[in-house]
């Protein structure tokens, strides 16, 4: 009988903000595979400090998620390119309101992670040219 696989657990840490290990990532971050749940087999973590485990998928817009990765980022697609909710749903075979949770719990996401990337960060110029004249044909469309 053979080694059991190991997993790289470098870039998960402890999501419990009591443990000592809390937020380290990196080759000693003491985070270690607990075993897979669930239909799609998420992988379960184990913080070898506090002892308590946790889905690899806590954090992300993934979590308690019933569907497979590839339909929510799928249908997360579908929108990013201008599909409207009803419009994707019936693309995707999902119904309307999921796809709209989805979308509020996707851009739930992205908002939590560009406050934490858009800390302390100090312009001297930026260029919005192309935004700009979005908002104006949008501006002018309206006005039609």
């Not at 799609?40 to 946790?54: D, G, M």
């Not at 934490?116 to 935004?131: G, P, T």
């Given at each position: 009988?053979?080694?059991?696989k190991?997993m790289d657990?470098?870039?998960?840490?402890?999501?419990?903000?009591?443990?000592?290990?809390?937020?380290?990532?990196g080759?000693?971050n003491?985070?270690?595979?607990?075993?897979?749940?669930?239909?799609?087999?998420?992988?379960?973590?184990?913080?070898?400090?506090?002892?308590?485990?946790?889905?690899?998928?806590?954090?992300?817009?993934?979590?308690?998620?019933?569907?497979?990765e590839?339909?929510?980022?799928?249908?997360?697609?579908?929108?990013?390119?201008?599909?409207?909710?009803?419009?994707?749903?019936?693309?995707?075979?999902v119904?309307?309101?999921?796809?709209?949770?989805?979308?509020?719990?996707?851009?739930q996401?992205?908002?939590?992670v560009?406050?934490?990337?858009?800390?302390?960060?100090?312009?001297?110029?930026?260029?919005?040219?192309?935004?700009?004249?979005?908002?104006?044909?949008?501006?002018?469309?309206?006005?039609?």
């Amino acid at each position: 009988m053979g080694r059991k696989k190991q997993m790289d657990t470098s870039m998960y840490f402890c999501p419990y903000s009591e443990c000592s290990n809390h937020g380290k990532v990196g080759p000693d971050n003491q985070i270690i595979g607990a075993g897979c749940y669930g239909p799609h087999q998420t992988q379960l973590l184990k913080c070898k400090v506090c002892h308590r485990t946790f889905s690899e998928r806590r954090g992300t817009p993934l979590f308690n998620l019933k569907a497979s990765e590839e339909t929510f980022y799928d249908v997360i697609a579908c929108l990013a390119e201008g599909n409207g909710i009803r419009a994707t749903g019936r693309i995707k075979k999902v119904d309307k309101d999921t796809v709209a949770a989805w979308l509020d719990k996707a851009s739930q996401h992205v908002e939590a992670v560009s406050r934490y990337l858009m800390v302390n960060l100090h312009f001297e110029e930026a260029q919005l040219d192309e935004f700009w004249s979005f908002v104006k044909k949008k501006k002018h469309t309206a006005q039609l």
